[in-house]
């Protein structure tokens, strides 16, 4: 696209802009004066974009009377126009002036045009356009200009500044409680083979990625230990209270974390006597601290996907005896494994 300065006088090119509809009597008549021969795309695009936003738009060449800046209003009064915009390609910039008799002034802009890429139709066109927005949208200021022509309606609505974009929605609330469910599979002794259970816990968060909360374990399948006497069972069973530390921001996907706890351990103890022997059944309490590493994976903001591992100690010795000899020594190590599922209920 070249914008070379017109040296004669040319006729008004009405027919560059053939094929915009007709519109209503209110709508704004706005000229487009073009320094040159060769800007049909230019004048084609400028009057789409003015007629698609309501205005009509007529393209003129510069005339030898018309060629000084000045002249722009006197250009648009002889023509019966709201408005005028002018451009020019000169050397490294586009130039836009707007001259419009609603606010009674004039306007201009330079764009820098880098050496050899000369700006497309469509960005000449845009430039055009919003600068005669710009010019216009004083009418909608508290003290509104005092031009020689009343605004249309079509002015008006064309140049209503854009609607201020809606306040970014607040980031969810970080959820504060949260409840887990999960299948355990724990070792109460070196000694003895695994029990099953359930865990469930209660957490609420106290700091960004810290979370207290209290953790119970209720024995399902009971762990056993076969003597020549008989069969040992034992289902163990914990209530404690625990303190959690994210390793990871709170709103991320996968999130370890790493934890300690102490609570009271219970070793329900029920022997099943061969023959000869006689059956017992007991319970074995300590205190028991423990420390724990997990791995959430949350699904969707309430819901994740939660695994632990727990290793503790018991303070006190817990024995099995059987006919008076130790076969079983319980809670140390206490090993509780956890697979299940984390829900964030608030």
């Known amino acids: 696209?070249?914008?070379?300065?017109?040296?004669?006088?040319?006729?008004?090119?009405?027919?560059?802009?053939?094929?915009?509809?007709?519109?209503?009597?209110?709508?704004?008549?706005?000229l487009v004066v073009l320094d040159g021969e060769e800007e049909t795309a230019v004048a084609r695009r400028i009057c789409r974009e003015l007629g698609a936003l309501g205005l009509e738009a007529e393209t003129v060449e510069a005339v030898a009377d018309y060629t000084a800046h000045h002249s722009l209003e006197e250009l648009a009064r002889s023509n019966g126009a709201l408005a005028v915009?002018?451009?020019?390609?000169?050397?490294?910039a586009l130039e836009v002036w707007v001259a419009d008799l609603v606010t009674g002034k004039e306007v201009y802009r330079s764009v820098e045009v880098v050496a050899g890429s000369e700006p497309a139709a469509s960005v000449v066109a845009v430039e055009a356009v919003e600068l005669l927005r710009a010019s216009l949208m004083e009418l909608h200021s508290a003290r509104p200009p005092n031009g020689e022509v009343k605004p249309t309606p079509a002015i008006t609505e064309f140049s209503e500044p854009p609607a201020p974009p809606p306040p970014p929605s607040p980031p969810?609330?970080?959820?504060?409680?949260?409840?887990?469910?999960?299948?355990?599979?724990?070792?109460?002794?070196?000694?003895?083979?695994?029990?099953?259970?359930l865990t469930a816990s209660f957490h609420g968060r106290l700091a960004k990625r810290?979370?207290?909360?209290?953790?119970?374990?209720?024995?399902?399948?009971?762990?056993?230990?076969?003597?020549?006497?008989?069969?040992?069972?034992?289902?163990?069973?914990l209530v404690a209270a625990e303190l959690l530390v994210a390793l990871n921001k709170i709103d991320a996907r996968v999130v370890p974390e790493l934890g300690a706890g102490f609570g009271a351990a219970f070793f329900m103890v029920r022997g099943i006597a061969g023959t000869g022997f006689t059956p017992g059944e007991f319970t074995l309490v300590s205190a028991f601290p423990y420390i724990k590493a997990g791995l959430s994976i949350w699904l969707t903001r309430i819901l994740a996907l939660h695994a632990d591992v727990a290793i503790g100690w018991t303070t006190v010795a817990n024995?099995?005896?059987?006919?008076?000899?130790?076969?079983?020594?319980?809670?140390?190590?206490?090993?509780?494994?956890?697979?299940?599922?984390?829900?964030?209920?608030?």
Do not use: H, Y
Request: with cysteine; glycine share 10%.
């Open 172 to 197: 969810p609330r970080p959820k504060i409680l949260f409840i887990d469910l999960s299948p355990t599979l724990s070792f109460p002794g070196t000694d003895s083979g695994p029990s099953m259970g």
């Open 85 to 92: 915009i002018k451009i020019e390609l000169g050397s490294g």
């Open 1 to 30: 696209m070249s914008l070379p300065k017109a040296t004669s006088v040319a006729l008004v090119a009405l027919s560059l802009c053939a094929g915009i509809p007709a519109l209503a009597n209110d709508a704004a008549k706005v």
């Open 319 to 346: 024995t099995v005896q059987v006919a008076q000899r130790n076969v079983v020594d319980l809670g140390r190590p206490w090993i509780i494994a956890s697979v299940g599922l984390a829900i964030a209920i608030w």
């Open 210 to 237: 810290l979370r207290l909360g209290i953790r119970g374990l209720v024995p399902l399948v009971a762990a056993s230990k076969t003597v020549p006497e008989g069969e040992i069972k034992i289902a163990p069973a």
